[in-house]
């Protein structure tokens, strides 16, 4: 049973910085390519970023400059490092993995991110 837990998000100032991980267990983290979603309220669930297990990476054009995702294969972690962080940012951030041969994806819980002076 592949299980993927968030953590690292919470309150910051506008322009501050926030490094969200995404721990995978049960699964062979090798083989996924790693995808960082949000969910703001009201609104749909968008993809900010995501890399493959080749470490080819791409964004969502808003987040480009300020957020880096990353992955540490020796320990099943995606990393999303967000700095400069502006008052569009907040949501609940997701980690999906996704073997893209079979389409099968897993779904953490999610982890507040708060934007706020």
């Known amino acids: 049973q592949v299980q993927i837990v968030e953590s690292g998000g919470g309150l910051v100032q506008p322009g501050g910085s926030l490094r969200l991980s995404c721990a995978v267990s049960g699964g062979i983290f090798t083989i996924y390519t790693m995808d960082w979603y949000r969910q703001a309220p009201g609104k749909q669930r968008e993809l900010v970023a995501t890399?493959?297990?080749?470490?080819?990476?791409n964004y969502l054009d808003s987040v480009k400059g300020r957020f880096t995702i990353s992955r540490d294969n020796a320990k099943n972690t995606s990393y999303l490092q967000m700095n400069s962080l502006e008052p569009e940012d907040p949501a609940v951030y997701y980690c999906?993995?996704?073997?893209?041969?079979?389409?099968?994806?897993?779904w953490g819980q999610g982890t507040q991110v708060t934007v706020s002076a």
């Open positions: 890399i493959t297990n080749d470490y080819k990476s």
């Open positions: 999906n993995a996704i073997w893209t041969v079979t389409g099968f994806s897993y």
